[in-house]
C-alpha cells in the first residue's frame, strides 16, 4: 500500500481565494435579488410576469402530457422504494420518451425544453418517484449536458450531447472523502501526458455515478512547463480502464439514488475531452449551477402540492371531536401553511425558470434563493403533513396497505426531501454564498478599506471611492414607494404586501451596511447574521414573487380571487417570521453559542455524555483516498 495520500495544505485565507477565482466577478445583467439586498426593490425587473413564447408552450405541454402517462403507468414508486433501485424498465422508458434530453438542443436529438417546461418535468415525475426525480435531475441540471451547453467545443457537442439526449446517462464528480465545500482541497489529480491526462484519485457521492456513461470530473491539474493548472473538468468515459465504482452508497431516502465512490487509476482522458482551458473547473460548476440549482426547488415544489393534496383529503375525512380535524385550528393552522407556501414556492420556482429562459437578467441570487428557500421550506410542509397524519405520518406506506388503509407515503416523503437541504450546497453554505453576492457592491468599492492586509495608500484610493458611492446609495434608503399609501396600486389587496417588501428592503440594506460598518473584516466570521440577512432576503423574494404571480392568474383569468388569497395569507405569514428575522439579527445568543461551542471542543462538558452507549463502531470518520489500483468489485452497471 502506498503512502497515505497528501492532501494540499490550504490556509483560510487560500481556500477562500479559491472560491473567490470561481465566482463570476461581474454583473453585465440586471439582478432583482441583487437589487433587493441593496435596498432597491425593482418590481419592474419581475413584472409582468414573464411569459413563454406559444411554440414553447407548445413543445412542453406536449411533453409534459407524455410524461404525465409514462409516471401514471410505468414509474412504480413503491417498488423502488422496496427494492432500493429504479428498476432498468423504468430508465429504458425515460429514454424512449426522450426525457435524458429534456433540456438538449432538437439539434443533438434532444427535446430543447425551455428551464420552465424542463422544471415542471422535474416536478411531476419527481412526485412519481424522487429518486427518479434525482436521476434525470443530475444527469441534466449538472451532469454532462449543461456544462458542455455552457462551455463545450462544437466537437465536444457533436460527440456527446447526441448520445446524452437518447441513451447516454452521465453524472458529475466533484466531491471527495475529505473534501466538500472546500474545493481548494481537492485532491485528484490529472497529469498531463503527451495528448492526455492520467488521473487519479477518489470521488465520493456520485449521484448516478453507478450506472453512468459518461461523467463530468473535477481534477487538480499541477501546474507546470505549458500548463496554466488548477482544477479542470473532463468528460471521461465511465468505462475506461483503472476506472472502478467501488460502494453503491445507501441513504436514508431516495433509496433509489444511484450514488456511490468512484476511484480513478492512472486513467487517460485525452485532452480533446477537457472542458474549457485549464483551472476554469470550479467556475463552469458554478456556472452551471446557476441554473442547475433550479431543479432542486422545482421537486420541492411538486412535493408540496402533493402534500396540499393528501392534507385536504385526509383531513376532511378524519373526525376529531364530533369535525373533520382540519375544522379544529391546531391542524388548520398547519394546512393554512401548507397551502399558502406550496403556492409561493412554485411562483418562485416558475419565475426564476422563466427569468433564466429570457436571459435579460443575471439570476445567480435568485436561483441560489430559490434553492435554499424551497429546500427548507418544503421540508417543513412535509413534517407537518406527518403530523397532520398522526401514526399514520409515521407509518410507511407498505404497513398502511397491509392492513387495509391507503398507502400514503408521507414518512418517505420526509426521508427523500431531506437530502434537499444538502444537496447543490447545503443551507449554510447557501447562505454563505447568498451574503457574498448581496454584499459584492459594497466589496467593491470598499472591500480594501476593511482588509487588514491593504496599504495605507490602497486603503485613501478606497475611502475615496467608498466615499463617491455610499454618498449617491445611502439617501437611497430614506424613502421611497412603500412609505406612500397608494404605491402599487395595481395590485389590489396584495399592494400593502409590496410596499411593505419595498420599505423592508431598504431596511434590510441599511441593516448590512450597519454589520459592515460595525465589524469590518470580522464580518465573513458573523456567519449568524448573515444567515439572517439571506433570510430576511429569501422571504421578500418570495413575497415578490407571490404577488407578482398571483396578479398574472388574475389578469388571465385563471383562479386569480384564490391566487391572490393564497398570495396574501403567505405574505402574512412571511411578514411575521420576517420581523422575528429582524429582531434576531441584534438580540441572540450568537456570542454565547461561540463560548458554549469552545467547551464542547476543549471537552468541559463531556460529563454531560455519561449514561449512554454509542450504537456506532470506531471506524474512522474519513475513509482512506489514498490513490492507487483498486481492491474492490468494480459495481459500475450499464442500462441495457
Given at each position: 500500500?502506498?503512502?497515505?495520500?497528501?492532501?494540499?495544505?490550504v490556509t483560510a485565507h487560500e481556500a477562500r481565494q479559491t472560491a473567490e477565482a470561481a465566482r463570476e466577478q461581474d454583473w453585465h445583467k440586471p439582478s432583482f435579488a441583487k437589487e433587493l439586498f441593496l435596498g432597491r426593490f425593482r418590481l419592474d425587473l419581475i413584472h409582468p410576469h414573464p411569459l413563454p413564447a406559444?411554440?414553447?408552450?407548445?413543445?412542453?405541454?406536449?411533453?409534459?402530457?407524455?410524461?404525465?402517462?409514462?409516471?401514471?403507468?410505468?414509474?412504480?414508486?413503491?417498488?423502488?422504494?422496496?427494492?432500493?433501485?429504479?428498476?432498468?424498465?423504468?430508465?429504458?422508458?425515460?429514454?424512449?420518451?426522450?426525457?435524458?434530453?429534456?433540456?438538449?438542443?432538437?439539434?443533438?436529438?434532444?427535446?430543447?425544453?425551455?428551464?420552465?417546461?424542463?422544471?415542471?418535468?422535474?416536478?411531476?415525475?419527481?412526485?412519481?418517484?424522487?429518486?427518479?426525480?434525482?436521476?434525470?435531475?443530475?444527469?441534466?441540471?449538472?451532469?454532462?449536458?449543461?456544462?458542455?451547453?455552457?462551455?463545450?467545443?462544437?466537437?465536444?457537442?457533436?460527440?456527446?450531447?447526441?448520445?446524452?439526449?437518447?441513451?447516454?446517462?452521465?453524472?458529475?464528480?466533484?466531491?471527495?472523502?475529505?473534501?466538500?465545500?472546500?474545493?481548494?482541497?481537492?485532491?485528484?489529480?490529472?497529469?498531463?501526458?503527451?495528448?492526455?491526462?492520467?488521473?487519479?484519485?477518489?470521488?465520493?457521492?456520485?449521484?448516478?455515478?453507478?450506472?453512468?456513461?459518461?461523467?463530468?470530473?473535477?481534477?487538480?491539474?499541477?501546474?507546470?512547463?505549458?500548463?496554466?493548472?488548477?482544477?479542470?473538468?473532463?468528460?471521461?468515459?465511465?468505462?475506461?480502464?483503472?476506472?472502478?465504482?467501488?460502494?453503491?452508497?445507501?441513504?436514508?431516502?431516495?433509496?433509489?439514488?444511484?450514488?456511490?465512490?468512484?476511484?480513478?487509476?492512472?486513467?487517460?482522458?485525452?485532452?480533446?475531452?477537457?472542458?474549457?482551458?485549464?483551472?476554469?473547473?470550479?467556475?463552469?460548476?458554478?456556472?452551471?449551477?446557476?441554473?442547475?440549482?433550479?431543479?432542486?426547488?422545482?421537486?420541492?415544489?411538486?412535493?408540496?402540492?402533493?402534500?396540499?393534496?393528501?392534507?385536504?383529503?385526509?383531513?376532511?375525512?378524519?373526525?376529531?371531536?364530533?369535525?373533520?380535524?382540519?375544522?379544529?385550528?391546531?391542524?388548520?393552522?398547519?394546512?393554512?401553511?401548507?397551502?399558502?407556501?406550496?403556492?409561493?414556492?412554485?411562483?418562485?420556482?416558475?419565475?426564476?425558470?422563466?427569468?433564466?429562459?429570457?436571459?435579460?437578467?443575471?439570476?445567480?441570487?435568485?436561483?441560489?434563493?430559490?434553492?435554499?428557500?424551497?429546500?427548507?421550506?418544503?421540508?417543513?410542509?412535509?413534517?407537518?403533513?406527518?403530523?397532520?397524519?398522526?401514526?399514520?405520518?409515521?407509518?410507511?406506506?407498505?404497513?398502511?396497505?397491509?392492513?387495509?388503509?391507503?398507502?400514503?407515503?408521507?414518512?418517505?416523503?420526509?426521508?427523500?426531501?431531506?437530502?434537499?437541504?444538502?444537496?447543490?450546497?447545503?443551507?449554510?453554505?447557501?447562505?454563505?454564498?447568498?451574503?457574498?453576492?448581496?454584499?459584492?457592491?459594497h466589496l467593491s468599492v470598499a472591500g480594501d478599506l476593511i482588509d487588514p492586509a491593504t496599504s495605507l495608500g490602497d486603503k485613501a484610493k478606497a475611502g475615496v471611492r467608498a466615499g463617491g458611492f455610499y454618498a449617491r446609495w445611502l439617501p437611497g434608503l430614506v424613502a421611497g414607494p412603500g412609505q406612500l399609501p397608494?404605491?402599487?396600486?395595481?395590485?389590489?389587496?396584495?399592494?400593502?404586501?409590496?410596499?411593505?417588501?419595498?420599505?423592508?428592503?431598504?431596511?434590510?440594506?441599511?441593516?448590512?451596511?450597519?454589520?459592515?460598518?460595525?465589524?469590518?473584516?470580522?464580518?465573513?466570521?458573523?456567519?449568524?447574521?448573515?444567515?439572517?440577512?439571506?433570510?430576511?432576503?429569501?422571504?421578500?423574494?418570495?413575497?415578490?414573487?407571490?404577488?407578482?404571480?398571483?396578479?398574472?392568474?388574475?389578469?388571465?383569468?385563471?383562479?386569480?380571487?384564490?391566487?391572490?388569497?393564497?398570495?396574501?395569507?403567505?405574505?402574512?405569514?412571511?411578514?411575521?417570521?420576517?420581523?422575528?428575522?429582524?429582531?434576531?439579527?441584534?438580540?441572540?445568543?450568537?456570542?454565547?453559542?461561540?463560548?458554549?461551542?469552545?467547551?464542547?471542543?476543549?471537552?468541559?462538558?463531556?460529563?454531560?455524555?455519561?449514561?449512554?452507549?454509542?450504537?456506532?463502531?470506531?471506524?474512522?470518520?474519513?475513509?482512506?483516498?489514498?490513490?492507487?489500483?483498486?481492491?474492490?468489485?468494480?459495481?459500475?452497471?450499464?442500462?441495457?
Amino acid at each position: 500500500m502506498s503512502a497515505p495520500t497528501q492532501r494540499p495544505k490550504v490556509t483560510a485565507h487560500e481556500a477562500r481565494q479559491t472560491a473567490e477565482a470561481a465566482r463570476e466577478q461581474d454583473w453585465h445583467k440586471p439582478s432583482f435579488a441583487k437589487e433587493l439586498f441593496l435596498g432597491r426593490f425593482r418590481l419592474d425587473l419581475i413584472h409582468p410576469h414573464p411569459l413563454p413564447a406559444d411554440e414553447d408552450v407548445r413543445r412542453g405541454e406536449a411533453f409534459l402530457a407524455t410524461l404525465r402517462t409514462f409516471c401514471e403507468t410505468r414509474i412504480d414508486g413503491a417498488r423502488i422504494e422496496r427494492e432500493a433501485r429504479i428498476p432498468d424498465e423504468t430508465i429504458t422508458g425515460l429514454k424512449e420518451i426522450g426525457a435524458l434530453g429534456m433540456k438538449i438542443d432538437p439539434a443533438y436529438g434532444g427535446l430543447g425544453l425551455t428551464q420552465l417546461y424542463y422544471n415542471r418535468a422535474l416536478a411531476l415525475v419527481g412526485s412519481a418517484s424522487p429518486a427518479v426525480g434525482a436521476l434525470l435531475s443530475a444527469h441534466q441540471s449538472i451532469g454532462v449536458p449543461q456544462p458542455l451547453k455552457l462551455f463545450g467545443t462544437q466537437e465536444q457537442k457533436d460527440a456527446f450531447l447526441p448520445r446524452l439526449a437518447r441513451n447516454d446517462l452521465s453524472a458529475f464528480l466533484l466531491t471527495e472523502p475529505d473534501v466538500g465545500s472546500d474545493p481548494a482541497r481537492l485532491a485528484t489529480t490529472a497529469v498531463p501526458e503527451d495528448d492526455t491526462y492520467v488521473l487519479d484519485g477518489v470521488k465520493l457521492w456520485t449521484t448516478n455515478g453507478v450506472v453512468a456513461d459518461l461523467l463530468v470530473v473535477m481534477a487538480r491539474v499541477p501546474a507546470s512547463e505549458g500548463h496554466r493548472g488548477g482544477i479542470t473538468a473532463f468528460v471521461v468515459e465511465a468505462d475506461s480502464p483503472g476506472i472502478t465504482v467501488e460502494h453503491r452508497n445507501a441513504f436514508m431516502g431516495l433509496r433509489g439514488l444511484e450514488n456511490g465512490v468512484t476511484r480513478f487509476h492512472r486513467v487517460r482522458v485525452p485532452a480533446s475531452q477537457r472542458i474549457g482551458p485549464e483551472g476554469s473547473g470550479l467556475k463552469i460548476a458554478l456556472t452551471t449551477l446557476n441554473t442547475g440549482r433550479l431543479s432542486l426547488p422545482a421537486a420541492c415544489a411538486g412535493a408540496a402540492k402533493w402534500c396540499l393534496k393528501i392534507a385536504r383529503e385526509w383531513s376532511g375525512v378524519r373526525e376529531q371531536w364530533g369535525g373533520p380535524v382540519a375544522r379544529h385550528e391546531a391542524v388548520g393552522t398547519k394546512i393554512s401553511f401548507i397551502s399558502a407556501t406550496a403556492f409561493a414556492l412554485e411562483a418562485v420556482v416558475d419565475l426564476a425558470s422563466q427569468l433564466a429562459d429570457e436571459d435579460r437578467n443575471d439570476i445567480r441570487i435568485e436561483a441560489a434563493l430559490a434553492k435554499l428557500y424551497g429546500s427548507e421550506k418544503a421540508w417543513l410542509i412535509a413534517d407537518e403533513l406527518v403530523q397532520i397524519r398522526g401514526g399514520r405520518g409515521y407509518e410507511t406506506a407498505d404497513s398502511l396497505a397491509a392492513r387495509g388503509e391507503r398507502a400514503v407515503p408521507a414518512e418517505q416523503l420526509l426521508r427523500d426531501l431531506r437530502i434537499n437541504r444538502i444537496f447543490e450546497g447545503s443551507t449554510e453554505i447557501m447562505h454563505l454564498l447568498i451574503a457574498r453576492e448581496a454584499v459584492d457592491a459594497h466589496l467593491s468599492v470598499a472591500g480594501d478599506l476593511i482588509d487588514p492586509a491593504t496599504s495605507l495608500g490602497d486603503k485613501a484610493k478606497a475611502g475615496v471611492r467608498a466615499g463617491g458611492f455610499y454618498a449617491r446609495w445611502l439617501p437611497g434608503l430614506v424613502a421611497g414607494p412603500g412609505q406612500l399609501p397608494g404605491a402599487y396600486g395595481e395590485f389590489g389587496d396584495l399592494a400593502g404586501h409590496l410596499r411593505y417588501v419595498e420599505r423592508t428592503s431598504r431596511k434590510l440594506a441599511r441593516s448590512t451596511f450597519y454589520a459592515m460598518s460595525r465589524w469590518q473584516g470580522r464580518m465573513e466570521l458573523k456567519q449568524a447574521f448573515l444567515g439572517r440577512i439571506v433570510d430576511i432576503g429569501a422571504e421578500l423574494f418570495a413575497m415578490s414573487a407571490a404577488c407578482v404571480r398571483a396578479e398574472l392568474l388574475r389578469t388571465t383569468g385563471d383562479h386569480g380571487r384564490e391566487a391572490h388569497e393564497l398570495a396574501d395569507a403567505f405574505c402574512r405569514q412571511a411578514r411575521l417570521r420576517t420581523e422575528e428575522l429582524f429582531g434576531r439579527l441584534w438580540s441572540n445568543t450568537d456570542d454565547l453559542d461561540r463560548r458554549i461551542v469552545d467547551g464542547v471542543l476543549d471537552g468541559r462538558y463531556t460529563w454531560l455524555e455519561a449514561g449512554i452507549v454509542d450504537p456506532g463502531d470506531d471506524g474512522p470518520w474519513i475513509a482512506d483516498a489514498t490513490p492507487g489500483p483498486s481492491v474492490e468489485e468494480n459495481v459500475h452497471r450499464r442500462i441495457p
